[in-house]
C-alpha cells in the first residue's frame, strides 16, 4: 500500500477484554515497531520484528501483551485482560531492512479501556 | 540506557517568524541518529529531519535546520518562516546506529503553536 495502515483507528474496550491491533506495514518494509504513546507522552518502545522473527520485545509492560507477525507482513497488537492503565495510542512503524531510510509510521489505533 | 530530554512542553511563534526547539540527549555511545518528528492531530508522526552523529554538518530541509552540537549533546530544531501548517506535536528522537532492530527513544514532545 502506499502507507502504514493501521486499524482500528478507534477502539473502546472494557476492562478485562481482549483486544487485537492490526498493522498494515508497506509492502516490502522488511522491519516493524510497535510503540505505546500515553497521553501527552512521547511513544515508548514495545516491540521490534524483522520479517516473521520477533528479535526484541523488551518494552512488552507484561505477559498480558503478546504481537505476532506470522508471514513476515502485518503484524498484530495482541492485549489481553485490558486495563485502565491500557489506554494510550498504538502507533507502528515500518522501514526497509538496514535502517539506512526513515521509518514509516501509521496514524495509530487509540485505545480507551473504560 | 539512552535519554532525550524537550525542555518546552509549548512554544508559540508568530507566522512567517522564526522559531528554535530544544533538545537534548544522553548517551555513551558514538555511533548513533538523532531525529526531528512532527505529529499533527492525524497522530501520524512525520519525519521533519534527521542528523547522523558522524556528520559535522548540520542537516537543512527547506525551512527546517538543525544545530547539532554533539559535545553539548543537544539537537535543536529551527523552523524559519513559519507557517500555520507546522502547528503540531514536535519530537526529538535518538537512535543507536549499526543494528537495523535499534528502537527510537522519543523526548516528551513540545506542543508548538503558529499564530496568523
Known amino acids: 500500500g502506499a502507507g502504514v495502515s493501521q486499524s482500528p483507528r478507534y477502539k473502546v474496550a472494557k476492562r478485562g477484554q481482549d483486544v487485537a491491533l492490526r498493522c498494515d506495514p508497506i509492502?516490502?518494509?522488511?522491519?516493524l515497531f510497535w510503540y505505546q504513546q500515553a497521553l501527552g507522552q512521547g511513544p515508548e518502545f514495545l516491540t521490534y520484528?524483522?520479517?516473521?522473527?520477533?528479535?526484541?520485545k523488551s518494552g512488552l509492560p507484561s505477559d498480558r501483551f503478546f504481537a505476532e507477525r506470522p508471514e513476515g507482513s502485518v503484524s498484530t497488537l495482541k492485549i489481553q485482560r485490558t486495563q485502565q492503565e491500557d489506554s494510550a495510542v498504538y502507533l507502528c512503524a515500518s522501514s526497509y531492512a538496514g535502517w539506512s531510510g526513515e521509518a514509516f509510521f501509521g496514524q495509530g489505533t487509540r485505545l480507551t479501556v473504560v | 540506557a539512552q535519554t532525550v530530554t524537550q525542555s518546552q512542553p509549548e512554544m508559540s511563534v508568530q507566522e512567517a517568524e522564526t522559531v528554535t526547539l530544544s533538545c537534548t540527549y544522553d548517551t555513551s555511545e558514538s555511533d548513533y541518529y538523532l531525529f526531528w518528528y512532527k505529529q499533527p492531530p492525524s497522530r501520524q508522526m512525520i519525519l521533519v529531519i534527521r542528523q547522523e552523529a558522524y556528520k559535522q554538518q548540520n542537516a537543512t530541509e527547506n525551512r527546517f535546520s538543525v544545530n547539532f552540537q554533539k559535545a553539548a549533546k543537544s539537537f535543536s530544531l529551527k523552523i524559519s518562516d513559519s507557517q500555520l501548517g507546522d502547528a503540531a506535536m514536535y519530537f526529538c528522537?535518538?537512535?543507536?546506529?549499526?543494528?537495523?532492530?535499534?528502537?527510537?527513544?522519543f523526548g516528551g514532545g513540545t506542543r508548538l503553536m503558529v499564530k496568523p
Open positions: 509492502s516490502g518494509h522488511v522491519s
Open positions: 528522537a535518538y537512535r543507536s546506529g549499526g543494528n537495523a532492530g535499534n528502537m527510537l527513544t
Open positions: 520484528f524483522q520479517n516473521e522473527a520477533q528479535l526484541d
